[in-house]
């Protein structure tokens, strides 16, 4: 399995930003251990935007939030976070300060329960300069101008010194990214960045997602639940179901053939142009994204499979190469789709 | 024989709270069996026309008219023989239904507000066809609504909807909360159950790959007034209107080559506010093809087949300018 990894790794442009080895986190609660995240390994290269999908509860915020150190401090995490070569994991928390805001910014889904209501949004975004750069607070507020322009707000210089409530939603969440890419992070975590606005808006959005990465160089790993938003933003994609990675490709690579079940089911649920229920029907997956107490060696989606048999129930499979030739597209999957989707779409038909 | 009335009639609906204009002249007839979507943004007013064809909301003026019946102003008393003709489904199952109340209970309760006594053994029997109908064992009665997924709580909510057996369906973002492969079944659910059934619905949502999935007409809502109507045919291949246009084309599709071809029109985030609407085409501030008539004269509505466009640049015959592809100078001048 290590090898695998090293190859997908050295098909990147150049040494990962952030490099995240079999990372696993649980929580304890009342009715015993839940396991969030199992095993997970992913590396972000420098410029590279890395986004990750699965549904609700399958470990891709609880991924997110343990990258800085966010989680709260009952989550047990194993593994390791690595950024710039430095180790994330169990680091002490003035380091971990020093790092966020600074080297890993966070933007989340709900504006207006991240910015605080009382203060200006000149006065957040320069909070961020005047703790990690030092700056005056007249020099962060001349800043805070330029960051406001940097992410499309128009008359930047008049909304500095409005309150968040006074921003429809889609500004607010500009002035977000403004905050979070104020001291030039080298890796911006977005999770659900556009899930709570409209799409006219969700597209202005990723376009300054887009720009960061092109203009500063900023890595990007967006965190969402939309096929749409990553077909749009991202380079790579990594696909998450009951916290673990269950395939990872280029993203033209895993739309054109996703070679786990899970992926192709998701890809053939959701209602696509040209589709109408009059002749067509959308793919179901029966049953629940499982919760586990401890993972088991089995395969965590095989009894929602229509694939499955009795070997994925008793074994693991591996995250390995899926596809002669190249390898950067990996699946864990014993029974991966053998055809590309245009084929399997003209079957149907 | 009379012909068969409209399951829905909304004739230049005003809904105002105090200064806010939500809705200010919308008009719209749905036809019985017949599935129309209304889509628009949030703030957009599409919500509050369908609580006013609930009469959840009494409209500040405009008719409503369910099944032949004008019941804009009806009292509740009046209301109630009407009740039973139309049921609305909400975005959130866990709010909408009643934590306290069985599944079973939750379900019944239209049969026992409609007034007409129905034998305790009946009502059970008739829970149960209707769980079963939507998908669920009819066990799942004597749950209550936290014991179930997500999923399955909308379907109790689609069974509720359904068992008064309506001409009229509100659907008002029933999918919008779910995961894609529960939002899947749902809309399956969904377009089975109108197939069969045969009743009528109003699909409010913003989301419009739903919308071509399930919908056979869309109205397009923007700042308290239609913009566009048509059928889905017509409003996914030619879209009239530059917001239908913009719309479409800032909805990404699950498809990164095909996305990645798309002319992208980028609108501005501010929806301005419905407290004081824009002057002549409510649409002028973000439209990138306004020009000065659009501030001082309101657009007449074209017609397009049977639907319409309102925008001065949508010429008689229906044609007119694309955002997505169109030279803005060359509009200009």
């Known amino acids: 399995m290590t090898t695998v990894e090293r190859a997908g790794a050295a098909a990147a442009v150049d040494t990962p930003v952030l490099e995240i080895r079999d990372l696993s986190v649980s929580f304890p609660t009342e009715t015993g251990t839940v396991s969030a995240v199992d095993g997970v390994s992913l590396d972000l290269a420098s410029g590279e935007i890395v986004g990750m999908v699965g549904e609700s509860g399958c470990g891709k915020s609880v991924t997110a939030m343990s990258i800085a150190g966010l989680l709260p401090a009952s989550a047990r995490i194993t593994g390791s976070v690595r950024l710039d070569g430095t180790e994330l994991v169990g680091t002490r928390e003035s380091v971990l300060r020093r790092v966020r805001g600074k080297e890993i910014a966070y933007i989340f889904q709900e504006p207006m329960t991240s910015l605080n209501p009382v203060l200006t949004v000149g006065r957040q975004i320069g909070e961020v300069l005047q703790v990690h750069e030092r700056m005056t607070r007249r020099a962060a507020r001349a800043r805070a101008v330029e960051l406001l322009t940097l992410v499309g707000i128009p008359s930047a210089a008049q909304r500095v010194d409005t309150y968040p409530h006074q921003l429809s939603g889609g500004m607010r969440q500009r002035v977000m990214i403004a905050m979070a890419v104020a001291c030039g992070p080298k890796v911006l975590v977005a999770d659900e960045p556009t899930t709570a606005l409209d799409v006219t808006v969700q597209a202005g959005i990723l376009q300054v997602l887009r720009d960061l990465r092109d203009r500063l160089g900023t890595s990007i790993l967006i965190i969402t639940h939309d096929l749409g938003v990553i077909a749009d933003i991202a380079d790579r994609v990594v696909v998450m179901y009951a916290g673990r990675v269950v395939e990872r490709a280029p993203v033209n690579d895993l739309f054109a053939h996703p070679y786990h079940r899970y992926t192709a089911g998701l890809l053939s649920a959701s209602p696509t142009p040209g589709r109408h229920a009059g002749t067509d029907r959308l793919q179901e997956i029966p049953g629940l994204v499982p919760v586990l107490s401890t993972q088991p060696d089995a395969c965590t989606f095989a009894d929602r499979c229509p694939a499955a048999d009795a070997g994925c129930r008793d074994s693991a499979p591996p995250l390995e190469v899926a596809r002669a030739g190249g390898t950067d597209h990996l699946a864990a999957c014993w029974h991966p789709c053998p055809s590309p989707r245009s084929q399997i779409e003209e079957v149907n038909r | ?165 309506p001409r009229l369906l509100i659907a008002d973002e029933p999918t919008s909360a ?156």
């Open chain 2, 1 to 165: 024989m009379m012909p068969e009335p409209n399951a829905l009639e909304v004739e230049d609906l005003v809904m105002h709270f105090g200064p806010v204009r939500a809705v200010d002249g919308v008009s719209l007839t749905i036809p019985k069996g017949r599935v129309t979507a209304l889509v628009g943004e949030s703030g957009s007013g599409k919500s509050t026309v369908g609580r006013c064809v609930v009469r959840l909301v009494e409209p500040t003026a405009g008719v409503v008219r369910i099944a032949g019946t004008d019941v804009t102003h009806l009292s509740r008393r009046q209301l109630r023989p009407h009740r039973s003709a139309v049921s609305i489904v909400f975005q959130d199952p866990a709010a909408s239904l009643d934590p306290r109340m069985l599944v079973g209970e939750v379900v019944a309760e239209p049969l026992r507000l409609s007034g007409t006594r129905v034998p305790r053994r009946d009502r059970e029997a008739r829970v149960a066809t209707e769980l079963e109908r939507v998908g669920l064992r009819a066990e799942v009665a004597r749950r209550y609504p936290h014991e179930l997924s997500g999923g399955q709580r909308q379907r109790v909510s689609i069974a509720r909807a359904l068992i008064s057996e």
């Open chain 2, 178 to 333: 779910l995961d894609v492969s529960v939002q899947a079944s749902v809309l399956n659910l969904l377009a089975d159950l109108q197939r069969d059934i045969g009743f009528a619905c109003l699909f409010i949502t913003h989301d419009l790959s739903a919308v071509e999935y399930l919908a056979d007409d869309i109205a397009v809502m923007y700042l308290g007034q239609l913009v566009e109507k048509g059928s889905r045919e017509r409003i996914f291949a030619r879209p009239a209107h530059p917001y239908t246009q913009a719309l479409l084309s800032a909805a990404p599709v699950a498809d990164p080559v095909r996305q990645r071809q798309r002319q992208l029109v980028l609108l501005g985030d501010d929806l301005p506010s419905a407290l004081d609407p824009p002057s002549g085409c409510r649409f002028r501030t973000r439209c990138p093809l306004a020009f000065d008539r659009c501030a001082t004269e309101v657009p007449a509505q074209v017609a397009i087949g049977d639907g319409m466009a309102a925008c001065h640049l949508v010429r008689p015959d229906g044609t007119g300018p694309d955002v997505r592809t169109a030279d803005t100078s060359e509009v200009l001048s």
